[in-house]
């Protein structure tokens, strides 16, 4: 996708999708600098086979709810890869728990709002005023963000609904310097449903897609580094969906 000479930032890139978009990017060329959570071995690995295929990468515990951490992390990068960044991939975030509208609390409520958009609101705003014209910022919002969600996704599909909103908030302000789209995915074969999901509820959902399968994180990763590159320079605002054809927006 001609990334050769840029640097990427991939939050929540230590497994699932956000490695997969860590070790796109490189493949493209990005220098990358991969933010983790708890994931330390699928970063380190990660970083591991871009290095060894001759890329640059580095992998950086941080927690990105918090905004020290997140600074942290963006002056790392330009420390290491020459003082700006070209392309900013927010994958951190979660459904915390299933909870019904009745059982959830305050504190449930705040925290997947925190991890879902004030993480992106911090790292936005730590990165944007080291980003030269032609970058390229890529949220991850959900299918839950368009459909509401399945049961106890209350908190959660909000939360994407807002990261849905605020890019395209981002993408009218940050314009025409800056593009800001969204990835939507619908059931991808992630530890997020692994957790979450039963077994039969995904064989059910994947049947019933026009593709008959489960995504998986490369098919997310492939679409991240096409929004990430010049191969999308008239794209912004745009929430892409890509669910196998489960939901037409």
């Known amino acids: 996708m001609g990334l050769n000479g840029k640097t990427a930032i991939v939050t929540g890139g230590g497994r699932d999708i956000g490695r997969a978009c860590a070790l796109r990017l490189a493949e493209d060329g990005a220098d990358v600098a991969i933010n983790y959570h708890s994931s330390r071995e699928g970063a380190e690995s990660a970083v591991a086979e871009i290095l060894a295929a001759g890329g640059k990468a580095f992998a950086m515990q941080g927690d990105m709810t918090n905004q020290a951490d997140v600074e942290k992390l963006v002056e790392r990068t330009r420390s290491e890869y020459g003082g700006t960044i070209d392309v900013l991939v927010h994958v951190t975030g979660g459904l915390v728990a299933r909870k019904t509208f009745a059982e959830m609390d305050v504190a449930h409520w705040n925290a ?37 969600g399945g049961p106890g996704a209350v908190a959660y599909a909000t939360s994407k609904g807002a990261v849905m909103t605020m890019t395209r908030g981002m993408a009218k302000e940050l314009g025409p310097g800056i593009r800001v789209n969204s990835v939507c ?11 979450f999901t039963k077994d039969e509820v995904r064989k059910v959902v994947a049947n019933a897609t026009p593709l008959k399968r489960e995504g998986l994180p490369v098919d997310v990763a492939n679409l991240t580094a096409f929004l990430a590159s010049d191969q999308s320079a008239f794209m912004t605002g745009a929430c892409v969906d890509i669910n196998g054809g489960m939901l037409f927006s």
Do not use: C, E, W
Not at 112 to 134: C, E, I, R, W
Not at 185 to 195: E, K, S
């Open 112 to 148: 997947v709002m925190d991890l879902n958009v004030t993480s992106l609101f911090y790292l936005a705003k730590a990165a944007t005023p080291h980003m030269p014209d032609g970058s390229s910022i890529v949220t991850y919002a959900s299918q839950a963000g368009r459909d509401g």
């Open 185 to 195: 995915p619908g059931m991808i074969d992630t530890d997020f449903h692994n957790i």
